[in-house]
């Protein structure tokens, strides 16, 4: 089941997307209410935005601290404690095969909860934030650390061909690691 179609919905990227910074990204998923926590913590986790909808609480193991993708990039995503305590508490208040979205009809119902979350840690232009922005953040952090493009997507999940030559030029250093040595954990929890 996905979501209703939206003709605003994730056209391939044609224009500049902001990047946020982890600093930003820790203001973000620290102020905002379990769901917001949900949704900024899955996208810098690897979940790919049209995978966001299908999450039910049965994809999720090891009291929340993994995911389990079912699709054609079907893969496992381990989840952050600070994360896994969100998610549990959505959890805890629905039935096992329904959404972890339950008050959530369309995409663009994801814009106002990530603005009002950007309002709220008083982040520069939160009118930018986006899905796409997210998501946007999260490829960049796999491509910088030399993340192969043909490797992305058994972290993150299905990236358009015109998506993925974004990235062409993220690696500075030239240098491409192995999957196994990128570091998949985006730092969206401040550590203190």
């Not at 949704?39 to 810098?44: A, D, E, N, Q, V």
């Not at 994360?83 to 994801?110: G, H, M, R, S, V």
């Not at 930018?128 to 999260?138: A, P």
């Amino acid at each position: 089941m996905g979501l209703p179609t939206d003709p605003l919905k994730l056209s391939p990227v044609t224009q500049t997307l902001r990047l946020l910074s982890t600093d930003e990204c820790q203001a973000l998923f620290s102020v905002a209410n379990n769901q917001g926590k949900a949704l900024i913590g899955m996208i810098l986790s690897g979940v790919n935005i049209d995978e966001l909808w299908g999450i039910e609480k049965t994809n999720f193991s090891q009291h929340y601290l993994a995911l389990q993708i079912d699709n054609q990039y079907s893969r496992g995503i381990n989840i952050q404690k600070e994360l896994a305590e969100a998610l549990q508490a959505i959890c805890n208040k629905i039935t096992e095969k329904q959404t972890i979205w339950p008050n959530i009809n369309t995409y663009e119902d994801f814009l106002p909860l990530l603005v009002n979350i950007g309002h709220d840690a008083q982040i520069a232009f939160p009118e930018q934030l986006s899905l796409d922005v997210l998501r946007h953040t999260y490829l960049t952090y796999l491509a910088s650390q030399g993340a192969r493009l043909n490797d992305i997507e058994q972290v993150a999940g299905y990236t358009s061909p015109s998506d993925l030559a974004l990235y062409r030029n993220v690696n500075q250093q030239g240098k491409l690691l192995d999957l196994e040595q990128v570091q998949t954990q985006f730092a969206f929890v401040a550590s203190y």
